[in-house]
């Protein structure tokens, strides 16, 4: 089956040439784990919401660092340690060109998207918020975006709100423009759902937070892996995404933030790598991004995700996404005919993600016994359990797509599920 | 369908988890405790009656979860009525054992009497998810919360 041609139909991609370029099987050659066998059956990797896997450029870039490029950075004089640093410089930049950022400078690497947040909820509050003030969230957020605001909450007294959602996993415009209040400081809400795929019209809140010089926070971490990111088309204040969800490698996650409110925020950590000056009495911070970055950084893993964003960039995002949306609508049609499930989340704007229930089966008995077939999903509450709550549902079953899954592994994953409706009638 | 599923999916399981024994709210309990499993975001409620003798005279659940959890949790509430608190500890450590090792414990360390061989026969069909590891959690995730109720614990995690 030519996957090429097939996506290209569903949703023909800007200029022909490059859609029909999009070939999925020479996609899949790059991805070593994909020829894993799992219980005996070929893997059907349908987790990449969870954790997406390596191209062999990835892997081998992550490589040719330990065995030529390493040091640390930032530190020696020496020759390695200049090697070293100018590939982990040569990463913020690519990811800088990767969000279109204006300048490299707004780039901060973390540990991963959670440490991002725990960063912003610490520092930003800090910098600007005082106790009853007000940070706005979504009901479409994952714990990332709930928990250190929480934190926060407890150890400065300000306040957590949350804008609604209806029933389809819709986000509502109107009621979060109603919850924009005096006292809110900060917007912080997801680009696309984990749970439910729901993609939020991002530029639009931000316009209507900035009527009111609201800065907004966007959680991007299931949006970079399926659609281009403009980070000033989009005029957001900060941005959060993970490496490892765009086929790069854990440990490195992004937080892109506006170099004016960068540089008023306070540093998250202390330590090595983000001071200009210590003495025992006073000690000087470096401006960000290296404020915000204390102690050896994920020297290797940002190179890896330099080559995981070259990876994605070559292939085209829009490529990506038009793949991705033709596979979407087969998996939502094929599924649909299973007897006994229902799909959650029928917002009118998704990436990649399906989530579903069935009448009789368990998420967890879904997942186990799909997994004998060799077919790989979450199941759960996707680290979203108020989401889920709002749902009336504590667990789903999650399809989610990668850019090297094809209508075969649609079909593995519909005939799996066959099988557990004949199971549990 | 593959042996390990089906040992794991029996039709003793699948009646179980769908027409669950003892799914009420006794209003003469004195035991109640509520488990939780972090990993699925399920749980449920242990309501235990136990008389001050120490013998359980009644035991139910309430909550919803997979078909493993609450066939699990139903079976218990069938084999614990009439037991003492130190027959159902002594069962628990057998059960658990029949969940994760592929060598079963003789009982030999057991107090004479403690299990009875009867009862272990009934709770074998949940040692299927030995094959299972991820899942062994939901097989005994009821057992946890019946020896926190019985030792006046409120809430027990699985993790």
Known sequence: MNDAITS??????????????????????????????????????????????????????????????????????????????????????????????????????????????????????????????????????????????????????????????????NFLLDEFEARLGARTRLVSLTHVSNALGTIVPVAEVVRRAHARDIPVLVDGCQATPHMAVDVRALDVDFYVFTGHKVYGPTGVGVLYGRRELLAEMPPYQGGGEMIASVSYEKTTFKAPPHRFEAGTPPIAEVVGLGAAIDYVSDIGLEHIA??????????????????????????????????????????????????????????????????????????????SLGLYNTRGDIDALARALHAVAEIFG | MLDDLRDLYQEVILDHGRNPRNLRRPAEANRHARGHNPMCGDSLVVHLTLDPGGIIRDVAFEGKGCAISVASASLMTEVLKGKTRDQATALFRRFHELCTSDEEDDGSSDEAGAVDPDDLDRLRVLSGVRAFPMRVKCATLAWHTMAAAMNGEEEVSTE
């Open chain 1, 8 to 169: 290209a139909r569903t949703r023909p991609a800007a200029g022909d040439n490059s859609a029909r370029a999009f070939d999925v099987e020479r996609i899949r050659a790059d991805f070593p784990i994909l020829r894993q066998r799992v219980h005996g059956q070929p893997l059907v990797y349908l987790d990449s919401a969870a954790s997406a896997q390596k191209p062999r450029p990835v892997i081998e870039a992550m490589d040719r660092v330990y065995e030529s490029a390493y040091a640390n950075v930032h530190r020696g004089v020496h020759y390695m340690s200049q090697v070293a640093t100018d590939a982990f410089e040569a990463g913020r930049e690519k990811v800088a060109r990767f969000l279109n950022a204006a300048s490299s400078d707004e780039i901060v690497f973390t540990r991963n998207a959670t440490e991002a947040f725990n960063l912003m909820a610490s520092s930003f509050t800090r910098a600007f918020l005082k106790p009853g003030d007000e940070v706005l969230i979504s009901a479409l957020e994952h714990h990332a975006n709930i928990v250190p605001w929480q934190l926060a909450r407890e150890q400065f007294g300000i306040v957590l709100k949350v804008a609604p959602i209806d029933d389809d996993g």
């Open chain 1, 322 to 399: 038009a793949h991705e949306a033709g596979l979407r609508a087969y998996a939502e049609e094929r599924l649909s005919a299973v007897p006994g499930l229902h799909i959650v989340g029928r917002a009118r704007d998704k990436a990649g993600i399906i989530s579903f229930v069935m009448d009789n089966a368990h998420p967890h008995d879904i997942g186990t016994i799909i997994d004998r077939a060799g077919v790989a999903v979450r199941t759960g509450h996707h680290c979203a359990e108020p989401l889920m709550h709002r749902l009336g549902l504590t667990a789903t079953a999650r399809a």
